[in-house]
């Protein structure tokens, strides 16, 4: 069975102080690897899709990367307006369901 | 393009009720996954459709079923309502099965 497991589960940040989420996963053929990032009383926002070990997508602070076993994402110099619970899920194999970790909450302080 | 719309927005039903939730995914979409989330136990997968077809379940039991009309929109029902059962329930859509989901803003279901 897919498995995501998510660290840390808080993270509290001054503005402009840049640090990493990491999702660490196990999973039968990797279709591929999800960064949402959700607002409290909201549904999650994509951010980026990851398909293979390698590969980096970048999206304002933002920046995802994968390898065969975890997928990290930096935040660089963020804002406030960051703060927000990141979730990480994967999809594999034949089944196309999404299995979501329990996120990181992210909290930047001004 | 709108987005996954979802109704109602919240919803408070008492427990052995049943409940219907319905969703209308984004225009061109025809894969509709629906999803429970709650404090703990965080996001979980209920079932997938896909062209009117329900092509993936979750282990949820069977009080909880649903269905894709031919537009795609969709609708998932929960009968016998237990406490428990209370949480965001969160529709998803996607242009097929092997692309990311797009997530509605969700229906607050309370079982009082």
């Known amino acids: 069975e897919d498995q995501v497991t998510q660290s840390p589960e808080a993270l509290r940040l001054q503005e402009g102080e840049s640090s990493s989420l990491n999702c660490s996963y196990t999973?039968?053929?990797?279709?591929?690897l999800f960064w949402y990032r959700q607002d409290p009383g909201k549904g999650p926002e994509f951010l980026f899709t990851?398909?293979?070990a390698g590969e980096e997508k970048e999206k304002e602070r933002l920046k995802a990367t994968l390898t065969k076993k975890e997928s990290f994402l930096h935040i660089t110099a963020p804002k406030p307006e960051d703060s927000a619970t990141y979730l990480c899920a994967v999809q594999g194999g034949s089944n196309y369901k999404l299995t979501f970790g329990k996120g990181t909450l992210l909290t930047v302080n001004p | 393009k709108a987005g996954v719309t979802q109704t109602p927005r919240y919803l408070i039903k008492t427990r052995g009720q049943q409940v219907t939730l319905s969703c209308s995914p984004i225009?061109?979409?025809?894969?509709v996954s629906w999803y429970q989330q709650t404090p703990g136990q965080g996001l979980q997968f209920l079932f997938e459709?896909?062209?009117?077809?329900?092509?993936n379940k979750g282990n949820f039991p069977g009080r909880f079923s649903g269905r894709q009309f031919s537009n795609s929109r969709s609708e998932m029902n929960v009968s016998t309502l237990e406490l428990g059962d209370s949480a965001l329930y969160l529709c998803?859509?996607?242009?097929?099965?092997?692309?990311?989901?797009?997530f509605g803003p969700g229906t607050r279901l309370t079982v009082t």
């Open positions: 225009s061109g979409h025809r894969s």
């Open positions: 990851l398909y293979s």
């Open positions: 999973v039968s053929g990797l279709r591929g």
């Open positions: 998803a859509s996607s242009p097929g099965q092997v692309n990311e989901q797009y």
């Open positions: 459709y896909f062209s009117e077809t329900q092509r």
